[in-house]
Every structure is written in structure tokens, then in C-alpha cells.
């Protein structure tokens, strides 16, 4: 009755805690499609990149045309007579395809009767004005052509064109050239060097300027007299390839990625596997259904930019959770055979699949409290049994083992070349000792670690609470009391199957209390053996677990230590675990937090516990961390981060490979000397322009697997349900 008295209570004051709503509507979200070539088409020169009216896409390559198709490029043989011509350069009017090739300009609209026979020694690049006005440019030579016969023509000596742009605004041709930019008036056909200079590159009009890319950073032209406005060298890479306006969006390639200027003057970076097949832009081009092709040296990215709610990308990652991320229950990650191919995925033990399962747990637990979905508590169900197998598989009375997996099978190796060699170095280099069960079948992983206590007793804690059938609610009961006891019967220790303790289970007041003040352990770990002795009292009543932490706080000072503000976690020179601030440590303490003020004796205890919580939180809150974030609302913060919260589930990436991304060379943004919480920048960088990490992986910015590895989606599951079970965030609505 106590459970289910408390379980309505909690739901009743949750529901009240957010202050502030994010009212979930459709907003755009990017990803990206990559095409790679076809291994018929290897060594092929890219060079081309652009879509027509019909939404085709078509890539000009030192090989004739090019089609996206199924992730490859491949021959492009839809009109066979293109098929025969050697195609120079590609364009478009009116948004249909036009071709140059050394004696032609054609296009296969308009019934075909678009036509010049240019008669130029060697052209290479034409823009089509108003009303099918043409201008050829090669070297030294260019030719205006109108009515399909050639109206003007001019040989410029040392002109080498690189791109013509008809600006329909100023009645004028701009073309770009090597050395400098030059104008053709119309009608008066004046053809005119405008601008002097040299390293250049690439060029669009945007927002009434004329914008020059060169080999060190862009020049903004005034639109009218050509005067320099602006030379800007503050890009992600300065080395740039391709500039276009797409829709009144400025985009830039570069030798490293591809940039889109957003309203702010911050830039919208897409480097990396994650968004290109390789960094080396060749082209950009607006493409079909609201997207934008990035042609680079090794293939064709599409980036998609479509409405899509945050509810709807949960469900896309649920799927992707149950479809390729569930062993035995467990969240498990997806290592890969082959560079960022699914299909070549296997599923391998990790030390904290504990830790990972509780969050996943937590998010079907919330998904449940909201939408009381069958498949979420189904779902909930399985990943509890697969935590209680962990609780009890060691058959040490109350010790979770880290994994377990079939014998011969554990350390993600089995028939891709286990040996018990192998698992003895493993062993030997991170203590990690497989110990076979009792029915000889399975085995489990040894020295468990708090991190995984900490993902039992918040996931058992919250079971307890939102599981709907009293039968379930029971056994999570029963496992927090049997973990409970452990450490206390082990002197506050997790003691192994050797006897002893494990590396770091500790929470001994003679471990705890050996740091100084300043060491972040000794808080810790005071919050959470009062957490989990909070736990076990409130779901069982039993005055032990209250009387042994009354002993700790009044005797050994664990109130102290758990209630100091965060602020005092410094480097203490010549201490262990002080070289810099633990993000992992963050993740067990938020973890813990609605257990240690929630759970609280007293009203009193309570409001000192809150008042610590929040302490770490504002040290958190520069990262924008939905997590964090909801974790303080839940237990009763007010002031939570909603902004930084929903920027980062929208920026939070599509792709889940773990890609090497990298972000050391960027030149628009100002990097921080070293420090104690290691933050690298002023201000966190997009989800989506890092490395992909978890939620203990705070300013990574460089780093990766190597395409290797496919991430488990409760990174994002957790935090969006946690935000809809405390009312931060809104059911989906209507646009």
C-alpha cells in the first residue's frame, strides 16, 4: 500500500514540475544519404553536381554522367546520345539541364530545340541569362550568344574563367576568374575587370553582396561598385572549393567539409562520415525535395532537410533500439565488421551494461507514465529481467555482475577467434575476470564498479514506482533490498567472488573519508550510499537502512561531505582522482539525485539535499545536457534549462555510427586554454559536429571509432521521455 500510495503522490507533483513547456510541432532536422561509387567507377574524377525540376540528380564525371542509386554512384545511360559526347560542364535554365561539350550547347527540354553551335577553341564554362541568353567563357576567349547565334565576343588576354553567375537584379554577367572578377553589362556589352586579385576560387550573390571564395577565406564585394565590404578568414576551414546561395542560405566548400552561414554569424559545420563521404568538397548544389547535394573526392552526399517532431525521432530510434541494440535484454551496443555497415553487426558485452540497460529501462519506463504504450511496458519488462539476471547470476547474495554472456562467447569474441589466451590477456589488462556460473553455461563479468550499482538502484528505485502490476513492482523491491544488504554486510564494500573488495564499489567511511574536501569521490560517494540506504527504507520500511545512514551522517560526516556545493570539486595536487573533473561522475550523481532529495528523511534534509543537487547542475549547465537538465526537474527544479535542452535533442545526430570527427582546425570558433572541467570551446558545439559519446562524455570534440561502432539510441530515448514524464516537453501537436 506504501508503494502505491507514494506511486500516485509522485506521479500527481511530477506532472507539476515543469515551469516551462516546449510545445513539440515540427521542426527541420538534417541527415544525410551517401553514395559512394560503384566499384566499376573507381579512380573516377568528380566534378559536377546538380538536380533539375524533375528531381533528378545528375554528377558530371571524367566518365561521362553519373546517378545516385541504391548508396552508389553509377552510370547515368538514360539518353544514350549524352552517353557518346564528351561533356565539358554541366548547368541549368528554368531549372532543366543544359550541357557544353567542345562544339555544342544543348539540353534535352524544350523538345530538345535548345541548341548553339559555339564554335569556340576551347570552352569551358556558359551560364544561360534571360530569355536563353548564353555566355561561353574558355581560355582567353568568351562569347555572348543570343537567339542561338553569337552576338558578341571578346579574347581577354591571361583569363582563365572559373564560374559565371547571370544576375537577373543587375542586368549583368559576373565571371570569375583566376585573376580577378570581371562584368558583362547588358545590353551595352561592356565586358570589364571589376576586381583585382589572385587565389581565387569560387563565388555566389548573396544578400545583395557578391561573395569571393579564395584559398584563405572569402571576400564580401559590395553588389554595386565591387568595393571590398568584408574579408572574413573566422570560417570552420578557410581553404574554400565551392560557394552557392541555395534558397537564400549561404554555402560553402571547403577542402575540409562543407558550412552553412546561419542568421547568427555562427556556421552549421557538416564534415566528417557522418554528413560526406570525404571532406574534400568538389561541389554544392541545391537538390531535390528541400535538400542540398555536397559533391565530394570519393562520392555524393544528400543532406535532407525535413519537418519532424521530436516524438517522431524517438520513434525512429526506437526502432533502431529493439531492431539492432536488445541482447539478451540487455542495451547493447553494435560493434561492426565493416566500416559503418549495419549489416555486418555483432553484439559484444560492455563493463556498465547495467548502467546502459537502467537508462534504457528508465525511458520505457517514463514512455509507460505517459502513454501507457503496451509495447513500452513490455519492453520495460524485458530490460528489468535482463538487470535482475545481472543482480543474480553471480550468486553472491546482492552483487551485480557487470555482464554475462554464454561461455566461450564473453569479450565480444566466440567464433571470431576466441581462445582462452585471449581471454586470460584480457583479463590480466583490465581485471575483468569471467567467472562461469553455477549451471556452467553462462558466464558473468567480476569487479563491478559503482557506476553500475548506481544504474541498479535508480532503475529498481523507479520500477517500484511506474511498473503497473504490484507482481513486478515486488521483485524490484526485493532486488534493491538484496544489493542494499551486500554493502552493508561488506562493510560498505562490493565484495567480489574472491572476497575482496572490488576497485571502485567502495563506500567505506575510511575510503570516503581519505579524500580531502575538494576531491569529487568523497562527495560522491557520500551521496550515493545515502541514496541507496534512502531507497531500500522508503520502498521497505525497514528501519536498518535509515539507523545505518544516520550512523554515517552523524558519525562520519557523510551529510557533510554529500551536501557541499559542487563548487568546491578542484584539483588538489598530489591526490588521485582530482587530475580533472569526471563526467562520469555526473552521470552517477544525476542518476542518484532523485533518490538522494526525494527519498530524504526529513523535510529539513530535503531542502539541504536539493540545494546540493542544484549546485551541480549550475556546474553542469553550460552543456546544455537534456539529461541534467530533466534530472533537476524531476526532483523539483525550476529553472531548468528548457532551451539548451531541446537544442540539443534537435541537434542530436541522425546517424548513430560512430564516425572520426574532428574539429581542432576550425577557424570560427575560440579554443580554451586547458582546464580543470576540460571544455574546450566557450560553448558546446552541436551534438551533431561531434564525435558521437555518452552522456559521461561532456566537450568531446574530437575523437571517434573509427565508423566501427553503432551507438545505442537510449542516448536519446531517455532524455525526450524523461522530458514528457516531467512536462518539460509536449505530446506531438498539430503543425
Same mark, same amino acid.
Not at 572578377?181 to 548573396?206: H, I, N, Q, W
Not at 572569402?218 to 565551392?242: A, H, M, Q, R
Given at each position: 500500500?506504501?508503494?502505491?500510495? *507514494?506511486?500516485?503522490?509522485?506521479?500527481?507533483?511530477?506532472?507539476? /514540475?515543469?515551469?516551462?513547456?516546449?510545445?513539440?510541432?515540427?521542426?527541420?532536422?538534417?541527415?544525410?544519404?551517401?553514395?559512394?561509387?560503384?566499384?566499376?567507377?573507381?579512380?573516377?574524377?568528380?566534378?559536377?553536381?546538380?538536380?533539375?525540376?524533375?528531381?533528378?540528380?545528375?554528377?558530371?564525371?571524367?566518365?561521362?554522367?553519373?546517378?545516385?542509386?541504391?548508396?552508389?554512384?553509377?552510370?547515368?545511360?538514360?539518353?544514350?546520345?549524352?552517353?557518346?559526347?564528351?561533356?565539358?560542364?554541366?548547368?541549368?535554365?528554368?531549372?532543366?539541364?543544359?550541357? /557544353?561539350?567542345?562544339?555544342?550547347?544543348?539540353?534535352?527540354?524544350?523538345?530538345?530545340?535548345?541548341?548553339?553551335?559555339?564554335?569556340?577553341?576551347?570552352?569551358?564554362?556558359?551560364?544561360?541569362?534571360?530569355?536563353?541568353?548564353?555566355?561561353?567563357?574558355?581560355?582567353? $576567349?568568351?562569347?555572348?550568344?543570343?537567339?542561338?547565334?553569337?552576338?558578341?565576343?571578346?579574347?581577354?588576354?591571361?583569363?582563365?574563367? /572559373?564560374?559565371?553567375?547571370?544576375?537577373?537584379?543587375?542586368?549583368? *554577367?559576373?565571371?570569375?576568374?583566376?585573376?580577378?572578377?570581371?562584368?558583362?553589362?547588358?545590353?551595352?556589352?561592356?565586358?570589364?575587370?571589376?576586381? &583585382?586579385?589572385?587565389?581565387?576560387?569560387?563565388?555566389?550573390?548573396?544578400?545583395?553582396?557578391?561573395?569571393?571564395?579564395?584559398?584563405?577565406?572569402?571576400?564580401?564585394?559590395?553588389?554595386?561598385?565591387?568595393?571590398?565590404?568584408?574579408?572574413?578568414?573566422?570560417?570552420?576551414?578557410?581553404?574554400?572549393?565551392?560557394? $552557392?546561395?541555395?534558397?537564400?542560405?549561404?554555402?560553402?566548400?571547403?577542402?575540409?567539409?562543407?558550412?552553412?552561414?546561419?542568421?547568427?554569424?555562427?556556421?552549421?559545420?557538416?564534415?566528417?562520415?557522418?554528413?560526406?563521404?570525404?571532406?574534400?568538397?568538389?561541389?554544392?548544389?541545391?537538390?531535390? &525535395?528541400?535538400?542540398?547535394?555536397?559533391?565530394?573526392?570519393?562520392?555524393?552526399?544528400?543532406?535532407?532537410?525535413?519537418?519532424?517532431?521530436?516524438?517522431?525521432?524517438?520513434?525512429?530510434?526506437?526502432?533502431?533500439?529493439?531492431?539492432?541494440?536488445?541482447?539478451?535484454?540487455?542495451?547493447?551496443?553494435?560493434?561492426?565488421?565493416?566500416?559503418?555497415?549495419?549489416?555486418?553487426?555483432?553484439?559484444?558485452?560492455?563493463?556498465?551494461?547495467?548502467?546502459?540497460?537502467? %537508462?534504457?529501462?528508465?525511458?520505457? /519506463?517514463?514512455?509507460?507514465?505517459?502513454? +501507457?504504450?503496451?509495447?513500452?511496458?513490455?519492453?520495460?519488462?524485458?530490460? *528489468?529481467?535482463? %538487470?535482475?539476471?545481472?543482480?543474480?547470476?553471480?550468486?553472491?547474495?546482492?552483487?551485480?555482475?557487470?555482464?554475462?554472456?554464454?561461455?566461450?562467447?564473453?569479450?565480444?569474441?566466440?567464433?571470431?577467434?576466441?581462445?582462452?589466451?585471449?581471454?586470460?590477456?584480457?583479463?590480466?589488462?583490465?581485471?575483468?575476470?569471467?567467472?562461469?556460473?553455477?549451471?556452467?553455461?553462462?558466464?558473468?563479468?567480476?569487479?563491478?564498479?559503482?557506476?553500475?550499482?548506481?544504474?541498479?538502484?535508480?532503475?529498481?528505485?523507479?520500477?517500484?514506482?511506474?511498473?503497473?502490476?504490484? $507482481?513486478?513492482?515486488?521483485?524490484?523491491?526485493?532486488?534493491?533490498?538484496?544489493? %542494499?544488504?551486500?554493502?552493508?554486510?561488506?562493510?560498505?564494500?562490493?565484495?567480489?567472488?574472491?572476497?575482496?573488495?572490488?576497485?571502485?564499489?567502495?563506500?567505506?567511511?575510511?575510503?570516503?573519508?581519505?579524500?580531502?574536501?575538494?576531491?569529487?569521490?568523497?562527495?560522491?560517494?557520500?551521496?550515493?550510499?545515502?541514496?541507496?540506504?534512502?531507497?531500500?527504507?522508503?520502498?521497505?520500511?525497514?528501519?536498518?537502512?535509515?539507523?545505518?545512514?544516520?550512523?554515517?551522517?552523524?558519525?562520519?560526516?557523510?551529510?557533510?561531505?554529500?551536501?557541499?556545493?559542487?563548487?568546491?570539486?578542484?584539483?588538489?595536487?598530489?591526490?588521485?582522482?582530482?587530475?580533472?573533473?569526471?563526467?562520469?561522475?555526473?552521470?552517477?550523481?544525476?542518476?542518484?539525485?532523485?533518490?538522494?532529495?526525494?527519498?530524504?528523511?526529513?523535510?529539513?534534509?530535503?531542502? +539541504?539535499?536539493?540545494?546540493?543537487?542544484?549546485?551541480?547542475?549550475?556546474?553542469?549547465?553550460?552543456?546544455?545536457?537534456?539529461?541534467?537538465?530533466?534530472?533537476?526537474?524531476?526532483?523539483?527544479?525550476?529553472?531548468?534549462?528548457?532551451?539548451?535542452?531541446?537544442?540539443?535533442?534537435?541537434?542530436?545526430? %541522425?546517424?548513430?555510427?560512430?564516425?572520426?570527427?574532428?574539429?581542432?582546425?576550425?577557424? &570560427?570558433?575560440?579554443?580554451?586554454?586547458?582546464?580543470?572541467?576540460?571544455?574546450?570551446?566557450?560553448?558546446?558545439?552541436?551534438?551533431?559536429?561531434?564525435?558521437?559519446?555518452?552522456?559521461?562524455?561532456?566537450?568531446?570534440?574530437?575523437?571517434g571509432n573509427d565508423g566501427m561502432r553503432e551507438y545505442a539510441p537510449y542516448i536519446y530515448l531517455m532524455p525526450y521521455w524523461m522530458g514528457?514524464?516531467?512536462?518539460?516537453?509536449?505530446?506531438?501537436?498539430?503543425?
Amino acid at each position: 500500500m506504501k508503494i502505491i500510495l *507514494f506511486l500516485l503522490g509522485s506521479m500527481i507533483s511530477l506532472s507539476a /514540475l515543469a515551469q516551462k513547456q516546449y510545445r513539440d510541432v515540427p521542426y527541420i532536422q538534417h541527415y544525410a544519404e551517401k553514395f559512394i561509387l560503384s566499384d566499376d567507377l573507381t579512380g573516377t574524377d568528380l566534378l559536377q553536381v546538380a538536380s533539375d525540376r524533375n528531381r533528378k540528380v545528375e554528377v558530371l564525371s571524367d566518365k561521362g554522367l553519373l546517378q545516385p542509386w541504391d548508396k552508389k554512384l553509377t552510370k547515368d545511360g538514360y539518353y544514350r546520345p549524352l552517353g557518346d559526347m564528351k561533356l565539358l560542364t554541366t548547368g541549368k535554365y528554368e531549372d532543366q539541364f543544359v550541357y /557544353l561539350t567542345p562544339d555544342e550547347l544543348l539540353s534535352n527540354a524544350w523538345a530538345g530545340t535548345f541548341y548553339i553551335k559555339h564554335g569556340m577553341s576551347h570552352p569551358e564554362l556558359f551560364v544561360v541569362g534571360h530569355n536563353f541568353t548564353t555566355l561561353i567563357a574558355g581560355k582567353d $576567349e568568351i562569347a555572348l550568344f543570343q537567339d542561338k547565334k553569337k552576338a558578341w565576343s571578346d579574347t581577354p588576354g591571361d583569363f582563365e574563367p /572559373l564560374k559565371m553567375i547571370f544576375d537577373m537584379q543587375g542586368k549583368r *554577367f559576373l565571371v570569375l576568374a583566376k585573376n580577378g572578377l570581371y562584368e558583362l553589362k547588358c545590353p551595352d556589352k561592356k565586358f570589364t575587370k571589376v576586381y &583585382d586579385a589572385t587565389g581565387l576560387t569560387a563565388m555566389a550573390l548573396y544578400d545583395g553582396k557578391i561573395v569571393v571564395g579564395t584559398n584563405d577565406g572569402v571576400v564580401y564585394l559590395n553588389g554595386k561598385d565591387y568595393s571590398v565590404e568584408k574579408t572574413d578568414k573566422k570560417l570552420p576551414w578557410t581553404e574554400i572549393t565551392s560557394l $552557392e546561395n541555395i534558397k537564400g542560405e549561404l554555402w560553402f566548400g571547403s577542402t575540409k567539409g562543407a558550412f552553412k552561414l546561419r542568421k547568427d554569424g555562427k556556421y552549421d559545420y557538416y564534415a566528417s562520415e557522418r554528413w560526406l563521404t570525404d571532406d574534400d568538397v568538389k561541389n554544392i548544389a541545391e537538390g531535390p &525535395d528541400n535538400s542540398v547535394l555536397v559533391l565530394t573526392r570519393t562520392g555524393l552526399s544528400r543532406i535532407d532537410f525535413v519537418p519532424m517532431a521530436l516524438a517522431d525521432k524517438a520513434e525512429y530510434f526506437e526502432k533502431i533500439q529493439r531492431k539492432r541494440h536488445i541482447r539478451y535484454g540487455l542495451t547493447s551496443d553494435l560493434a561492426l565488421r565493416k566500416k559503418g555497415d549495419v549489416s555486418t553487426g555483432y553484439y559484444h558485452d560492455t563493463d556498465n551494461d547495467g548502467l546502459w540497460t537502467s %537508462m534504457y529501462l528508465a525511458s520505457e /519506463l517514463f514512455r509507460y507514465a505517459v502513454t +501507457k504504450s503496451d509495447d513500452a511496458k513490455q519492453n520495460a519488462y524485458e530490460a *528489468f529481467e535482463a %538487470m535482475e539476471r545481472l543482480a543474480t547470476i553471480a550468486n553472491l547474495n546482492g552483487f551485480p555482475a557487470r555482464s554475462f554472456e554464454r561461455d566461450g562467447y564473453e569479450v565480444g569474441q566466440g567464433s571470431n577467434g576466441f581462445s582462452e589466451e585471449w581471454r586470460k590477456e584480457y583479463e590480466k589488462k583490465y581485471g575483468r575476470i569471467w567467472r562461469l556460473a553455477d549451471d556452467s553455461v553462462w558466464r558473468w563479468k567480476s569487479q563491478t564498479s559503482s557506476d553500475e550499482s548506481c544504474g541498479h538502484f535508480f532503475a529498481f528505485a523507479l520500477f517500484a514506482e511506474l511498473a503497473p502490476d504490484q $507482481e513486478w513492482r515486488d521483485r524490484a523491491v526485493d532486488l534493491i533490498r538484496q544489493e %542494499m544488504d551486500h554493502i552493508m554486510e561488506h562493510d560498505w564494500y562490493l565484495v567480489d567472488w574472491n572476497g575482496k573488495p572490488t576497485a571502485w564499489g567502495r563506500w567505506n567511511p575510511k575510503y570516503v573519508n581519505s579524500f580531502p574536501i575538494n576531491v569529487g569521490d568523497r562527495r560522491l560517494n557520500s551521496t550515493l550510499v545515502l541514496a541507496f540506504l534512502q531507497t531500500a527504507y522508503h520502498f521497505t520500511g525497514d528501519e536498518k537502512y535509515k539507523k545505518a545512514a544516520m550512523k554515517l551522517i552523524k558519525k562520519y560526516g557523510y551529510d557533510e561531505n554529500a551536501n557541499r556545493p559542487a563548487s568546491v570539486i578542484r584539483h588538489v595536487e598530489g591526490e588521485p582522482l582530482s587530475d580533472g573533473w569526471n563526467h562520469s561522475d555526473d552521470e552517477m550523481y544525476f542518476l542518484t539525485a532523485p533518490a538522494f532529495v526525494r527519498y530524504s528523511f526529513t523535510k529539513e534534509q530535503e531542502e +539541504k539535499h536539493f540545494a546540493a543537487v542544484q549546485s551541480h547542475w549550475k556546474m553542469e549547465l553550460s552543456e546544455k545536457n537534456p539529461l541534467w537538465n530533466f534530472f533537476y526537474a524531476m526532483v523539483g527544479g525550476k529553472d531548468y534549462d528548457l532551451d539548451g535542452s531541446i537544442w540539443w535533442l534537435q541537434r542530436f545526430p %541522425m546517424d548513430l555510427i560512430g564516425w572520426n570527427v574532428t574539429n581542432k582546425h576550425r577557424k &570560427d570558433i575560440t579554443r580554451l586554454p586547458p582546464n580543470f572541467r576540460n571544455q574546450k570551446y566557450p560553448e558546446v558545439l552541436p551534438p551533431d559536429e561531434c564525435p558521437l559519446h555518452l552522456h559521461n562524455g561532456a566537450y568531446i570534440v574530437d575523437g571517434g571509432n573509427d565508423g566501427m561502432r553503432e551507438y545505442a539510441p537510449y542516448i536519446y530515448l531517455m532524455p525526450y521521455w524523461m522530458g514528457r514524464y516531467v512536462g518539460a516537453i509536449s505530446a506531438p501537436q498539430a503543425e
